[in-house]
């Protein structure tokens, strides 16, 4: 069933136009061609990402950002036959071409030819408007009785869940998670929730460090309390070291910090994306089999588990969610907000301007 002659003609988006600056205006609204699904934006969260492409100037001119949303499916494209107009969904991953060897390995994260199979919705834009175009493959239901306004942190918990994973974490790990802004603080909720850790937070930000805690942090720690040592002490270990760290702000000060906390035979999960290139002492990591390793996106099965876990009663979202819906016209003093550290939890984001009532 396609639904397009009901469609509005414009709708609000938020686009990003220089470093730092955002324009609200009005858009055609996207019709939806073979194989796609338009879909009408509920809430989308803002990302660690958005702030590096909208505040740091990473971003494309012209382009709307946002990619952690649900919504409710508005229109269908020819060939459409798993979705219908009025269900819930949730966006998930980009299509991955399924046949290469590491998609073959379950590990879709790596597939060898996503520059291929991202193309397409990489030339969508985002969530941060009123309607969003996607691939169908692209989607997943919303479950029942799941928020609507919850499950749109599907997506960064989905990538939590991925370092997990990456990190091989154990029921007797003790796991250190450097970072408690959105991707953190998910980390934090979901090692409390299956059981794992103890957990300690490592964070600057007074608001954080109390979301943290809230959240179940063992321990809450300030960068500063951290024991860096010289190269010429490479075999000296922490005096309470860590079986796991759980990088999660990109900070370059913060890898290396976490580099120092592993006990031998440690395991560094850099998570968080940054500029700044961090440096580690090649004999520490020798002389006790450190291990580095990297954490991009989802598991094949992240988005199921992450709806499954955001569905638990134990799971926090009352807590990771702040709540002050943003409208579009807000967007920027938000990510300034969340830049800060003014703004602890997962800010999301409503398709309209502020003056308009929903």
């Not at 012209?62 to 409710?72: A, L």
């Not at 408007?129 to 009785?145: F, K, M, T």
């Not at 943003?326 to 409503?350: E, Y």
């Amino acid at each position: 069933m396609t639904d397009v002659d009901a469609l509005p003609e414009t709708m609000p988006a938020a686009v990003y136009s220089a470093r730092g600056e955002i324009t609200v205006e009005d858009r055609p609204v996207p019709r939806p061609g073979r194989g796609q699904v338009l879909v009408e934006v509920g809430h989308c969260g803002i990302c660690g990402s958005d702030i590096h492409i909208i505040l740091e100037g990473w971003g494309k001119p012209g382009v709307v950002e946002g990619h952690e949303w649900s919504g409710v499916v508005a229109a269908v494209g020819e060939g459409v036959t798993s979705w219908s107009v009025g269900d819930g969904v949730v966006g998930g991953p980009s299509p991955r071409c399924g046949h290469c060897r590491r998609c073959l390995e379950g590990q879709p994260s790596q597939c060898e030819n996503r520059g291929r199979s991202m193309s397409e919705d990489m030339h969508n834009d985002g969530a941060f408007a009123g309607y969003v175009l996607c691939d169908q493959r692209s989607l997943l239901r919303l479950p029942e009785g799941l928020d609507p306004r919850a499950a749109a942190l599907a997506e960064p918990l989905a990538v939590a869940l991925h370092g997990i994973t990456r990190g091989r974490i154990g029921e007797d790990d003790t796991v250190m998670v450097l970072g408690a802004g959105p991707i953190g603080a998910l980390s934090i909720a979901a090692l409390v929730t299956r059981g794992l850790g103890p957990v300690i937070a490592v964070e600057p930000g007074t608001a954080r460090q109390e979301l943290a805690k809230q959240l179940g942090a063992a321990e809450v720690l300030d960068p500063g309390d951290l024991p860096l040592f010289p190269s010429w002490e490479p075999d000296r270990i922490a005096d309470r070291p860590v079986d796991v760290v759980l990088e999660c702000s990109g900070r370059k000060a913060a890898i290396e910090a976490g580099f120092n906390q592993l006990r031998r035979g440690g395991r560094l999960v850099m998570v968080g994306a940054g500029i700044e290139a961090p440096s580690f002492d090649p004999n520490r990591m020798l002389l006790n089999e450190l291990t580095v390793t990297g954490s991009f996106v989802y598991d094949a099965d992240g988005f199921d588990r992450a709806l499954e876990l955001l569905a638990d009663p134990r799971f926090p979202t009352g807590s990771l969610i702040d709540p002050t819906d943003i409208p579009l016209d807000g967007l920027l003093d938000a990510l300034q907000g969340l830049a800060a550290g003014r703004i602890a939890a997962k800010a999301m984001v409503v398709p309209r301007r502020s003056e308009e009532s929903r």
